[in-house]
């Protein structure tokens, strides 16, 4: 049976402009790519699963394409179409496969900053090229995730063993705590994990 994994890293308040936001996907699908390029590339959904099939693959270096994109995915207001700062842009891509084994999905808001709605990168893919006994895998999936939005939590998990609310954090597969955000969390994880692997911006907590 194939196991599929879930990532989730979020962040509050984030105001990032629409180039800063291109910028940061353009940095996110780079780095998943290099991970496992079989996988990790995308398409934009459709409004069909036709029109999705149809649609071509995204070259994460072509920075015009990804700030259209973003331009596009804005949250506008219903009169003069302007866009509403504090809901940021909010995009989703799929792999273009529709077979169980291999299909991944990606989702990245950025740019929020209401007190509501966090920004976030949920990702979704199978093992197939990938193992949690990779070390270096787990490291740079999620570094890559917590990176493209500053992160100042995440979640690396098999779907099949996550628990009724992620809400809170665990330790399943690979955890990321920002340094200082919840100390108390941290300790608990700190003591749970099997390796602790210092990031850029706080620890990254890894259950072998």
Same mark, same amino acid.
């Given at each position: 049976?194939?196991?599929?994994?879930?990532?989730?890293?979020?962040?509050?308040?984030?105001?990032?402009?629409?180039?800063?936001? %291109?910028?940061?996907?353009?940095?996110?699908?780079? +780095?998943?790519?290099?991970?496992?390029? =079989?996988?990790?590339? *995308?398409?934009?959904?459709?409004?069909?699963? &036709?029109?999705?099939?149809?649609?071509?693959?995204?070259?994460?270096?072509?920075?015009?394409?990804?700030?259209?994109?973003?331009?596009?995915? %804005?949250? &506008?207001?219903?009169?003069?179409?302007?866009?509403?700062?504090?809901?940021?842009?909010?995009?989703?891509? *799929?792999?273009?496969?529709?077979?169980?084994?291999? %299909?991944?999905?990606?989702?990245?808001?950025?740019?929020?900053?209401?007190?509501?709605?966090?920004?976030?990168?949920?990702?979704?893919?199978?093992?197939?090229?990938?193992?949690?006994?990779?070390?270096?895998?787990?490291?740079?999936?999620?570094? =890559?995730?917590?990176?493209?939005?500053?992160?100042?939590?995440?979640?690396?998990?098999?779907?099949?063993?996550?628990?009724?609310?992620?809400?809170?954090?665990?330790?399943?597969? =690979?955890?990321?705590?920002?340094?200082?955000?919840?100390?108390?969390?941290?300790?608990?994880?700190?003591?749970?994990?099997?390796?602790?692997?210092?990031?850029? +911006?706080?620890?990254?907590?890894?259950?072998?």
């Amino acid at each position: 049976m194939n196991t599929r994994y879930k990532l989730l890293a979020y962040r509050d308040s984030r105001p990032r402009s629409p180039e800063q936001c %291109a910028t940061d996907l353009s940095v996110l699908l780079n +780095r998943l790519a290099k991970i496992s390029p =079989a996988v990790f590339h *995308w398409k934009l959904r459709g409004s069909s699963k &036709r029109k999705a099939m149809q649609n071509s693959f995204i070259d994460p270096n072509d920075f015009e394409f990804l700030s259209d994109i973003v331009l596009k995915s %804005a949250n &506008r207001r219903d009169g003069d179409h302007s866009i509403i700062p504090e809901l940021g842009f909010s995009i989703s891509f *799929w792999n273009g496969s529709t077979k169980d084994e291999s %299909a991944a999905s990606l989702s990245i808001a950025n740019g929020l900053t209401s007190n509501i709605v966090p920004n976030s990168v949920v990702l979704n893919f199978p093992s197939l090229g990938y193992s949690n006994n990779n070390i270096e895998a787990t490291v740079g999936i999620i570094s =890559a995730a917590v990176d493209s939005i500053d992160a100042e939590r995440a979640l690396l998990f098999r779907e099949d063993l996550a628990p009724p609310s992620v809400g809170k954090m665990f330790l399943e597969t =690979a955890a990321f705590l920002a340094d200082g955000f919840d100390p108390q969390a941290s300790s608990r994880l700190a003591q749970e994990a099997d390796e602790i692997i210092l990031a850029s +911006r706080g620890k990254i907590f890894v259950k072998r």
